[in-house]
């Protein structure tokens, strides 16, 4: 199965797809060499922070395992400030990855050689500005 990664940066993010089966039974908070997930991320180290499955249940670093369960959460992660003592039961996964996560994010430990825009030459670049549309001339 694909992974969709979205690699963040000094408030940056870099999207990659890959098809490799390396983060299969990592965690959340686990770091990786960033070679496993393609050759030119050589000398990277990347933590993984969350992520979620096909259906966009997220992962959830206080649940091991790897299956959905209903877990009662409080203001915070996963909720709007609603006022003082609210509670809901929301549906997570638990931290460990496995084929059914799609999505998962990292965050950079360590940089390589390479800077992420020499490696992402197609992304976060600048867009580009449009011109304005004249109106069209009315006839009388």
Request: proline share 4%.
């Amino acid at each position: 199965m694909a992974f969709k990664l979205n690699i963040s940066d000094k408030g940056k993010a870099w999207k990659l797809e890959t098809e490799t089966e390396y983060l299969v039974g990592k965690s959340l908070g686990d770091k990786i060499d960033g070679k496993e997930l393609k050759a030119e991320l050589e000398g990277y180290e990347l933590e993984i922070t969350g992520g979620s499955d096909g259906a966009g249940f997220p992962l959830y670093s206080g649940l091991p395992g790897l299956n959905l369960r209903k877990v009662l959460l409080t203001k915070g992660w996963g909720m709007k400030d609603n006022g003082e003592g609210v509670r809901r039961k929301k549906t997570v996964r638990g931290k460990t990855i496995s084929t059914l996560v799609s999505l998962v994010n990292f965050k950079v430990i360590k940089s390589g050689s390479k800077k992420l825009s020499e490696i992402f030459p197609e992304q976060n670049q600048p867009k580009a500005k449009k011109e304005p549309v004249a109106a069209p001339a009315v006839a009388a």
